[in-house]
Structures are given as C-alpha cells and as structure tokens.
C-alpha cells in the first residue's frame, strides 16, 4: 500500500505537465545569452501530520517549468533537521519539466522536523520559446535559492490510510470500479494462451462445475430420426467452432463460424457478457477473424491508461478494433510477430510484455544478429520530445510496423538451433537436439552486455537415442530454468538447467504407452504436468524429475474403444488447481459417453469435481474473472462454469402467536444465475432451480443443463434462520437443509412476547454466492387463567327451606310418599 501510493502521487505529479501553458515544446533553441535569472525554491510535504515510520512525499523543485519533457533542474537538495537536533540530507534530485519531483522520506522518531530545499546555482544550456515571447533564453544562469522551512509533525502513532476494499463475498459484475485495486486477483483476462499454460488474475477459479448460462453456437446435439444415433458435425478436424476465444475485462470474444472458407465467406466476431450471457455485439470484419487480444497500458508523461484492442491478423497485416464497440481502430503492416495458425495465442517468437505491449524477435544465427520488435514503438515511440509524444492516438491510421524495432544487436555465429525462451531484459535462451546430442546456449539481453554469450553448453545423448527414436526439444520453462527433452518410443522425460545448459535429470519411468500419440503439457509452481491419450496425468517436480502423483480419469462403462482411461488434454493451472477436458483430434461417431470435464488439487491431484464435457483440441477453455468457458460439442453450445448468485424466500403463515407457542419458519432457496431465465428452463422449474449442495453439483447440472435424467439422492443448502427479538438481541434460532425442490423448514419456540424479525439466512458455497431475506411474527402476552365465580346468596325462602334440619325433611319426603300411595288406592 505504500509503494503504492508513492507510486500514484509521484505520477499526479508528473501529470502538472498537462497544465504548462506558458511555455512551447520547440526543440529550438532560444538565442545565446548571457542573462542570470532568480528563481524559487519550493518544498511541500504530504501527508503532514504523519506517524513514525510511515512514507512521507517530498514535493521538491523550484517554480520555474522546464519546456520540453526531456529538459530538468538538477542537484536539488532538502536539508532534514530532526526533533532532536541531529541533521540529513536528502537527494541530490532532478526535476521533471514541471521544475519539481517527488521524493520519499520517512521519519524515525516523533517531534517536529523542519525541512528546507536548495537549489544550486546551474546554467541552463539549452534555454527554450514560450508562447507568445518569453521562455529562458540559452545558457542563462539559474541562480541559487532555498524554499522556506517547512515543518513536518511526526506522532508517534501511525495516521490513518486508506483501508481498501476486501473482496467481494456477493455475486459480482463488470465493470469493477477503479478504487477497488484489492479485487486485482480475482479480475483476470485472457488475452491469448498463457505461458505455459500457468493463468494468474483467478484466484478464485471454480471449485464446481456449476454453470452461469448456455449459448448455442451452431446447430448441435444428437440428429435422430432417419439419421438414427449420430451427433451433427462439431469442427474436427482443423474446421473447429468457437475460435480463438479471448476474455478481455469480464467479455468474451470468440468467432461464430468455423475456419473454412476464411475471407470467401461471411465471418462474424462475437462479444458476449462473461457473467451474464448477453450478446454484447457481432461484427463482420471485412471476413476476416478475430486472432487474438490486448490490454495495453499506455504510460508516458502525459497519459496513462490501458487499451483493449481485438486483432484480426492476415499475413504480416494486423488489424487493431476496440474490444468495447468491435469498430476498427488502426492497422499495422510488416508485421514480425506471428500467431498461432488457428488463432487464441501468439506464435512461437512473439510474447506480451509486461505492459500488455507485443514483443516480437529476429533471430539470424547464420549472420549473427538478432532484433527485438516492440507493437507501442510503432504508434508512438516516445522519443521526439513533442507534445504529442505523451499521448496514444493511432485511430484511424496505418503503420508501417518495421519502425517498431526497440533494438538490433550481434550475437555470436557459432550458434545452432533455434531460440526455446526469452526473458525481457535478461537473457535469450535457444536450443538443438538430436540423436547425438543437446545443446543449449543463452545471450545476455542485460543493458551494456546485450549480445554477449552467457553460455553455449552440449549433453552427449545416450547410445539409445540412435536406435531409430524420435527425440524433441518440448518447452523451456525461464520461470523455473527448466528445459525439457521428451522421446516418443520410450515416453521418457529429461531436464536441463537453462542456467547453465548442463545436464539435471532423466530418463524418467517410461509413461503408458498411449503417449506415443503426443504430449499435452502445462508447468506452475515446480511442477510440470503432463497428460493426454493415455488419460494418465503424470505430475513431476520439475528440479528433480521425480514423480510425485499419477491421477487416470477412468473410463468406467467401456465407451473409449482403445484404453481404459479417457484422453485429456490440459487446460491451464490456476488458483491451485488444474482444469482438464476430454477431446481428441477426430472423435468416431456417434461420441463416446461420459466425456468428463476434471478439476483437480494442482499439488495432491486429488478430484475436486468431474462433468461431462467434451471438447475440439484445436479451440481453448479459457477462463476470466474466475469464469471457465468453452464450447461442448456434445451440444454444440458456449458454457459458462462459475460461481453464481441464489435467492432466499422466507415465510410464517401465523404471523401472530401466543407466547408458548411454536412457528414454522418455511421458504425456497434458488440458482438464479443468467441460464435460469431462458424458457427452457423455466418451463421446467416454474418455481425456479433449486440451489443444491457442491457435493450434487454436477450431476444437476448435467440435469438442468443437458436433460439428463434428474438425480434421486440431492441434498440442497443449508439456512440458518435467525431472530432480532424486542429486546434487542440478535441470536440464531435453528438450522434446515433444503430438499431436491429448494424448501426448507424449521420450528422454533419464541422466547419472550413481542415483535420479532425473522432472518433466514443461505451463506453461500462454492457454487453460489449467499443470499437471506426476511419476515416478522408478533408475540402476545398469555392470556391470564379466568378465576371462578362467586356464588349468588340464596332467597329467604330458600334460606327458610334450608334452615330445616335434616329430620324435618326426611319426615316431610314420608308424608309426602304416603300421600301419593293413597291416592293411587283410590
């Protein structure tokens, strides 16, 4: 946090240079003299007051603006007097054209510091025009200054900075705005395949195979009828759909048709919503197809931003558009660099830098030399001085791109081979290898030693390597100075040091047979992973050469006709984790079964998850903002695998109880990412899909998404349901799991009268972001116990009655029955 905020007010301060307006950016010289002029130290100090320990940017310079972006004072200094009396100085500075710099200072101790700037007398040679008359006419004499004492008041305790943003635990979209810096980890793009094979920006890659949306590409799936069991044609081979697909800030960009016909026949670039699914535009580019893409940042002394460009290449002619719109933007011809035949990467000379720029070599061994070709040199090689040397505005033009070389140097001509890596700055590394032998040799790139061989270093091959074997170079890994030897016959590995070109490890164990049929590699973290018609993944640490783990993706219903395992081919390495897909060069018809998709630990080879998925070898699965896509050509649809959003309902149907009583607490929790709109599916969830434990993931999904039969044994989410209560307190109250329908339910028993609210509460998995919604039940008090009745006094006469004694009545009930007797005699 701190360098970065250096970084950025060093850069504010760079950017004073928009607002000179008084002087001219001419490269020619004012009139000689031999005038003196005064000038006018300043400092200023920020933040002021700060905390011991903590960065302190100095503003040092004089007022005095320079006229041209190359032109500065030089041998400022700022004289530091600390609270203990003890003195420092700092510097010595030279300024921008702004007549200032920033500078950093950081104090050891509380107190107050008082700082001062010199500036030392100088001449200035070159002197310049201003607008209208004025600017410092050549070899006029700057005389000396100081700026007035600044004081700078250091606490002892640290000042507040900015605290950043934490990551996003809600569903998120593009575009993510620019004071969100903390979110750079999960925002990656994919301009082209990486190095590789090793993706970083997502570091929070797919831990299920849940799926955002669907989008069908070409007419797909299973014919039926009089055609019976066959599948409509997918692309292979060498005619694949979903063409170099490219994710630039959350959008995905692929072509719609297949390679053949090329510019005879329409062709269409699509640019889709990563998260969403939408289709954001199609294009036609004059037929021709989109090759690869470029976030550029452009940084000069006048403007800093990066750009989006798609580019469209046919021969040595590359054509930029704006990834936003799809409009064309400029176009460069005499290209170096190359891509890929089929298009999603760059070829084998060319690489990004580390400003997005395209960087491209030459290398002539034969006559001992080689060049280094930059895409930004072509439009704006930032080395005239002018005003327009700080800005990027190629729309609309034409570029000859061999103006693009940043340097051309000699090498030595005794090299053999061919170049195997480059590294900015650092070194070239080329290789040869034959039956005989391997050689590897680097050149320094360093500054003052470019061209000077660094090593040039033979291995004699074992006697084995002549008896009729195919032996290849297959990558050099410059991260890890690894570079790596493979022979078919006995599917063994060797290793050498692209340090030194000695000699490190091999033959490893021979591998299954079925690797005779080619390699499918991918390198990240010391480990070189390996893996395809075998459908072994073989993991080795790459220092040593030894094997750490084998993982074989089984084929267990026998529908591959030649192995037992299903061929994969690995994707990329990212977040820890390592993404494989089935696919192979001309699958038979109709298409075996069970295709898997498979996420595994990158350091266990554990399964994370598997899905049925099937995939042309000659497109990629490419992932951005830590959603995978790819084209399954079992339905000839684009899928989107990721983390997506889920909703929460939740109800009580007596909303009004007595205090005693129990409630049910009831509701649905739902997918509600992009695919759940589409009538498809609505048409069979009217209620919506069901969110479902990560552990059922994919076999719903198959359900959902591919019509399989729907699985018996789901296990939804887990809800707590919570309660705020009318005193205040906030409290869990139970938990439920939700069902194959999305319903959960749960009793509980409130604890005193009152208004409450009801929070019910999905914290989300690694298939879905949270969710919770609300509710209220009222409480009453209960009703007090209905005493009894008092008795009503008796009338007199009762009381007259009453007051008989007991014989008295007994003699009155004889009487009385004699009575009766009588006169039934009668």
Same mark, same amino acid.
């Given at each position: ?5 250096? =970084? ?25 003299? +031999? ?19 903590? !960065? ?150 797919? !831990? ?70 939408? !289709?954001?535009?199609?294009?036609? %580019? ?47 011809? /005499? ?101 005989? $032998? ?41 991260? !890890? ?12 590995? %060797? ?23 080619? =390699? ?23 220092? =040593? ?13 026998? $529908? ?23 696919? +192979? ?17 990158? +350091? ?124 205040? /307190? ?43 919604? $609300? ?52």
């Amino acid at each position: 946090m701190k360098r970065s905020k250096t =970084t950025v007010m060093i850069a504010l301060f760079l950017m004073l240079a928009i607002a000179i307006s008084l002087v001219s950016f001419s490269n020619t010289p004012f009139a000689e003299a +031999e005038d003196t002029m005064t000038t006018y130290a300043f400092l200023g100090a920020m933040p002021n007051p700060v905390g011991v320990g903590q !960065e302190v940017l100095l503003h040092v310079g004089i007022t005095q603006q320079l006229g041209l972006p190359s032109q500065s004072w030089e041998g400022l200094t700022v004289t530091v007097t600390k609270p203990d009396g003890t003195k420092d100085t700092l510097g010595p500075y030279s300024t921008d054209a702004t007549g200032g710099t920033g500078g950093v200072f950081v104090p050891d101790m509380a107190g107050e510091y008082t700082l001062q700037t010199h500036f030392p007398e100088q001449v200035f040679e070159e002197g310049f025009f201003g607008f209208g008359g004025g600017g410092i006419p050549a070899g006029t004499t700057m005389l000396a200054s100081d700026s007035e004492e600044l004081t700078l008041v250091v606490n002892a305790d640290p000042i507040a900075i900015y605290p950043g943003v934490p990551l996003p635990t809600e569903y998120w979209t593009r575009p993510i705005n620019a004071q969100l810096r903390e979110w750079a980890p999960i925002a990656g793009s994919w301009p082209g395949v990486p190095t590789d094979r090793f993706v970083t920006g997502n570091d929070d890659a797919p !831990e299920t195979g849940h799926i955002l949306w669907t989008k069908p590409i070409a007419m797909g799936g299973l014919v039926g009828g009089d055609i019976g069991q066959q599948a409509m044609e997918c692309g292979a081979a060498y005619e694949q759909k979903f063409g170099a697909p490219t994710i630039l800030n959350g959008i995905l960009y692929y072509n719609r048709y297949q390679e053949q016909g090329r510019t005879n026949v329409e062709q269409e670039v699509v640019a889709v919503d990563l998260h969403t699914g939408e !289709e954001l535009w199609v294009r036609n %580019w004059n037929n021709t197809r989109l090759s690869i893409g470029q976030l550029f940042y452009f940084d000069s002394w006048n403007y800093h931003g990066t750009f989006a460009y798609l580019w469209s290449v046919t021969g040595r002619t590359w054509d930029a558009y704006d990834a936003f719109t799809g409009r064309w933007a400029y176009r460069m011809t /005499n290209v170096p660099a190359t891509t890929a035949s089929y298009g999603g990467s760059l070829g084998s000379n060319s690489f990004f830098g580390p400003k997005g720029e395209i960087y491209a070599y030459t290398v002539d061994l034969n006559n001992g030399w080689m060049t280094l070709w930059n895409s930004s040199r072509v439009v704006q090689p930032q080395t005239s001085g002018g005003p327009m040397d700080g800005s990027w505005q190629p729309l609309g033009k034409t570029y000859d791109a061999s103006t693009g070389i940043d340097w051309n140097i000699t090498i030595p001509t005794t090299l053999s081979g061919s170049v195997c890596g480059f590294e900015l700055g650092e070194r070239v590394v080329g290789r040869s290898v034959t039956t005989d $032998e391997v050689n590897i040799w680097a050149i320094s790139l360093k500054p003052g030693q470019e061209g000077t061989l660094l090593f040039n270093k033979s291995w004699d091959a074992p006697a084995s390597w002549a008896s009729n074997m195919s032996i290849s170079w297959s990558t050099a890994c410059l991260a !890890e100075n690894v570079g790596l030897v493979w022979a078919k016959e006995t599917r063994q590995w %060797w290793g050498f040091s692209l340090e030194t070109g000695s000699y490190l490890w091999g033959p490893t164990e021979s591998e299954h047979y079925l690797g005779i049929y080619g =390699t499918s590699t991918a390198i990240a973290d010391g480990r070189l992973y390996q893996c395809y018609m075998s459908g072994i993944l073989y993991c080795y640490n790459i220092t =040593t050469g030894e094997l750490l783990w084998t993982y074989e993706a089984k084929d267990p219903l026998n $529908e591959i006709l030649w192995g037992n395992n299903w061929p994969m081919r690995i994707q990329f390495v990212v977040d820890g984790k390592i993404y494989l897909v089935h696919g +192979e060069h001309s699958p038979v018809d109709p298409k075996p079964r069970g295709g898997p998709m498979i996420c595994l630990d990158a +350091e266990t080879g554990e399964e994370i998850w598997s899905m049925s998925m099937y995939y042309y070898y000659r497109t990629n699965v490419v992932i951005g903002d830590n959603i995978i896509s790819l084209m399954n050509s079992y339905d000839q649809q684009v899928y989107a695998i990721g983390r997506g959003p889920s909703a929460i309902t939740v109800s009580i149907q007596d909303d009004v109880i007595t205090h005693g009583d129990s409630v049910l607490v009831k509701g649905i929790v739902t997918d509600i990412s992009p695919g759940t709109e589409e009538y498809a599916l609505t048409a069979r969830f009217p209620n919506g899909v069901p969110a479902v434990s990560d552990a059922n993931m994919s076999k719903w999904m198959e359900y959902v998404y591919m019509q399989f039969p729907r699985p018996t044994d789901i296990t939804g989410v887990e809800v707590k349901i919570s309660v705020l209560d009318p005193n205040g /307190n906030y409290y869990d109250v139970g938990t439920a799991t939700s069902d194959a329908s999305g319903l959960y339910s749960c009793m509980f028993t409130p604890l005193v009268p009152g208004e409450y609210t009801v929070v019910a509460t999905f914290e989300g998995s690694k298939a879905y972001y949270g969710s919770f919604a $609300e509710t209220a039940i009222g409480v009453l008090e209960t009703p007090a116990a209905t005493p009894c009745p008092t008795p009503t006094p008796a009338p007199m006469t009762d009381t007259y009655v009453l007051g008989i004694g007991a014989g008295s009545i007994i003699a009155i009930i004889a009487i009385g029955l004699v009575v009766i007797l009588m006169l039934r005699k009668r």
